[in-house]
């Protein structure tokens, strides 16, 4: 069965310090998409990132990175040199092609990240 | 274009109580979808829709009912309200593309917290 666990689910970091926010997923298919969403305190979800499973190449966009490994069902996100304003709830996130038609996104449980000054 | 909006942004039933929470989209967007967020569970599908007059039940969809007479609204009705169904409500919208119902990113609206005594 589909499945995404995100297995932190509170990290604090000093203001600087680099941090991996950890996702595993679960499917059959071998066509999906992987995203990570973020919630800040005010509420609201922000796109970061979509990456189809032919995809491997990691990605970097300014101080974010993910790291994408199909060998281990992982799609792990990390944040260099992070910001008090990187603090925020981190939703990683499965869409399925092959065996759904629905286009729901299967959310992890998500990590709440803390940045403390 | 304002993306994907919802209203109202906070709303506080009694048992019993119906209600409709609003969606609207200006991205001319096929496919909308409804969410609900609870602490520790991450989003989960309510009701998803791919064209006016196009309805489907998510993983979650007993106690809401939605309709979509327009592309650009998608409303929820919560025809008798639960305590259980106290919940933040994410409406989001995308784009179709062709049969692959899974492949584009989803926008989320601002979200609709909802209380019910």
């Known amino acids: 069965a589909q499945k995404v666990t995100q297995a932190q689910t509170e990290i604090s970091v000093v203001e600087k310090e680099d941090v991996t926010l950890d996702c595993v997923y679960e499917t059959r298919d071998t066509t999906y998409y992987l995203f990570w969403y973020k919630q800040p305190p005010s509420g609201e979800l922000v796109f970061l990132i979509r990456r189809n499973s032919f995809d491997e190449q990691n990605e970097i966009s300014g101080r974010y990175s993910w790291n994408f490994q199909k060998s281990t069902s992982s799609f792990n996100f990390t944040i260099t040199a992070s910001q008090v304003v990187d603090s925020a709830v981190y939703f990683c996130?499965?869409?399925?092609?092959?065996?759904?038609?629905?286009?729901?996104?299967?959310f992890g449980q998500g990590t709440t990240l803390q940045v403390k000054p | 274009n304002a993306g994907v909006t919802q209203t109202p942004k906070f709303q506080v039933l009694k048992t019993g109580q119906s209600m409709t929470l609003q969606c609207a989209q200006d991205m001319n967007h096929e496919y909308m979808s409804w969410y609900r967020q609870d602490p520790g569970m991450g989003l989960r599908l309510i009701h998803y829709?791919?064209?006016?007059?196009?309805?489907d039940q998510g993983e979650v969809p007993n106690g809401y009912n939605v309709s979509r007479s327009t592309t650009e609204d998608f409303p929820l009705r919560l025809l008798s309200a639960a305590p259980s169904q106290t919940s933040v409500y994410f409406c989001?919208?995308?784009?179709?593309?062709?049969?692959?119902?899974?492949?584009?990113?989803?926008?989320f609206g601002p979200g609709t917290r909802l209380t019910v005594l």
């Open positions: 989001a919208s995308r784009r179709l593309a062709g049969r692959a119902l899974s492949t584009d990113t989803q926008y």
């Open positions: 829709s791919v064209g006016a007059g196009i309805t």
């Open positions: 996130a499965l869409s399925e092609v092959d065996s759904s038609n629905t286009g729901k996104l299967i």
